[in-house]
């Protein structure tokens, strides 16, 4: 209890600490899972089992995230964030859970913590999304697994593949962790034959399997009746369709589809030691990669003690002793990293995509957790056996550096996503908290003047941008999108808000003030790019 303790402690800032405001930038993606969540609460047929209408994801999640923060005061901006960073903080949490099943708990404290300091795991945990359920399942039947092989217990195994079928009503990406168990029970009679371990893994794989299939049968039955919906998604994600080909060559910009296949092998097998920022576009913090300089060396360092170590030790696989745990837990680092590594990289498109990646960092703080305490060993190695516990202390001391260090340089990498946000605004952010704290005005009418050619915001349609806007408005107001040239005739009752660029606003102001004469002018971003023009009294 005592870790447990430390862990809320450390980790609430990160993830808890000014939702509403930081980071300022607010993705698209935020706005349609709360949309998404409204919709499918207050319809009266929505198949909880079943999928639904946005790419075939499953409705369970939207709805589960949704209930969430409606209990906590509303699906908004700031309730949906708090729902989103306590699954975070709650991965966490798991994580101690599961790396104490293998190491004393000091060792199973700062790889949990090596983990909740990832500045991709809490920057996207602070969004109002629902990335982080995949992650929180995966550790969560990984650990039930453990427990189960360890124990031998059927039951515990058999939940493990029953959360392993709930993680297919979770985050999409989230069903990796069925292909990451799988090649787990696979791996262990082919490291340990002995006739006894092959007997038992045979049943604890059919017990697992049959937990996860009794769950997960309702959203495969689904999908299967609605097969262009739901795998139409599928397919533009993995390499090995036309469709992901085609999406990764419009990603990439090159000029083939094999062209673009290696591009994202490239990006993939390099992405735990290079800068590159999110091709998913959920959290593009340029100049940074998925983890930190200090955390990418210390993996590849971890994995090759791991492999050693298991080497060593795998006879003593699912023996009841210390080797055995320490071999069942560098077992699950090495093969669930090789296998979300290696998808990533040679499958699946879009890479490095940061909320799909999210799912492999257990795996990498298990490995680089267990490089920096095997550090810790070497520099502390020429102490005397007399001043051992002084070794002890000083092993201790030197790894909660590391730790801290880690922890220091990821809130450094955040912060400067935080910069970008508080420097240059951003334009989903700034106009969504503008109309936010106006919501209760009755009767206000908010006009978006934009078109094609005028476009308020980066990308997206119209109907898009009516519904980003939108969201944020009060249930008494209305929200228009009004293209640039019908902006000076534009006809509204009562006291409404124009929102426009700048440099849009230069071209049609002379107009504007012809019909509209009283109004008053306010900059939504510091660098004056995005304008909300405020009109009050009568024409």
């Not at 994801?57 to 901006?77: M, T």
């Not at 849009?504 to 023009?533: C, G, I, K, M, N």
Request: proline share 4%; aromatic share 12%; net charge positive.
């Amino acid at each position: 209890m005592l870790a447990v303790a430390f862990l809320l402690l450390a980790m609430a800032p990160l993830y808890w600490w000014r939702l509403y405001s930081t980071p300022w930038q607010i993705n698209s993606d935020e706005i349609t899972v709360m949309l998404v969540a409204k919709r499918l609460i207050a319809a009266p047929d929505t198949d909880l089992l079943g999928i639904g209408s946005i790419f075939g994801f499953p409705s369970a999640v939207f709805v589960f995230v949704g209930r969430l923060a409606e209990g906590l005061g509303g699906i908004d901006l700031y309730h949906s964030r708090l729902v989103h960073s306590t699954l975070g903080v709650g991965c966490v949490i798991l994580a101690y859970g599961l790396f104490r099943q293998f190491l004393e708990p000091l060792r199973a404290g700062t790889l949990a913590v090596i983990l909740g300091a990832n500045h991709a795991l809490f920057a996207i945990s602070r969004m109002a999304m629902r990335e982080n359920t995949g992650l929180f399942l995966e550790i969560l039947a990984l650990w039930l697994l453990a427990r189960g092989l360890q124990r031998r217990s059927r039951a515990e195994v058999f939940l493990g593949g029953a959360t392993t079928g709930v993680a297919f009503y979770a985050y999409f990406p989230a069903r990796i962790a069925l292909v990451v168990v799988v090649a787990l029970l696979f791996s262990i009679p082919l490291l340990n034959a002995r006739r006894e371990v092959l007997k038992v893994m045979g049943g604890y794989t059919a017990i697992f399997l049959i937990g996860w299939a009794l769950v997960a049968a309702p959203v495969m039955i689904a999908s299967r009746a609605n097969s262009t919906l739901a795998f139409a998604y599928t397919r533009q994600q993995f390499l090995i369709f036309p469709e992901g080909r085609k999406l990764e060559q419009d990603w990439t910009g090159e000029k083939t589809p094999a062209g673009a296949w290696k591009a994202n092998i490239r990006n993939g097998m390099t992405m735990f030691n290079s800068r590159m920022h999110d091709q998913g576009y959920i959290y593009p913090n340029y100049k940074h990669g998925f983890v930190d300089p200090i955390t990418g060396i210390l993996l590849w360092l971890g994995f090759i003690v791991a492999g050693a170590r298991l080497l060593r030790n795998r006879t003593e696989l699912l023996s009841d002793t210390e080797k055995g745990a320490t071999a069942l837990g560098d077992l699950i680092a090495l093969v669930g990293f090789l296998t979300i590594y290696l998808s990533s990289a040679l499958v699946i498109t879009k890479a490095p995509n940061y909320t799909r990646l999210l799912v492999v960092l257990p795996f990498v703080s298990y490995l680089a957790g267990i490089a920096l305490w095997k550090m810790a060993d070497w520099l502390t190695r020429g102490l005397a056996d007399a001043v051992g516990r002084a070794r002890q202390t000083m092993r201790g001391a030197a790894v909660c550096t590391g730790v801290a260090l880690v922890a220091l340089w990821n809130i450094s990498i955040f912060n400067d996503f935080v910069a970008v946000g508080r420097g240059s605004g951003n334009d989903v952010g700034s106009t969504g908290r503008y109309v936010e704290a106006r919501k209760n005005a009755a009767g206000y009418t908010w006009v978006l003047a934009a078109d094609k050619a005028n476009p308020y915001f980066s990308w997206g349609e119209v109907w898009q941008w009516r519904d980003w806007v939108g969201f944020f408005a009060g249930p008494n107001q209305n929200m228009l999108v009004s293209p640039l040239a019908g902006l000076s005739s534009l006809n509204v009752t009562g006291g409404f808000t124009v929102f426009i660029t700048n440099a849009a606003w230069q071209s049609v102001e002379a107009q504007f003030r012809l019909r509209h004469p009283l109004y008053e002018v306010s900059w939504l971003t510091p660098d004056s790019r995005l304008l909300a023009v405020d009109v009050r009294g009568p024409r």
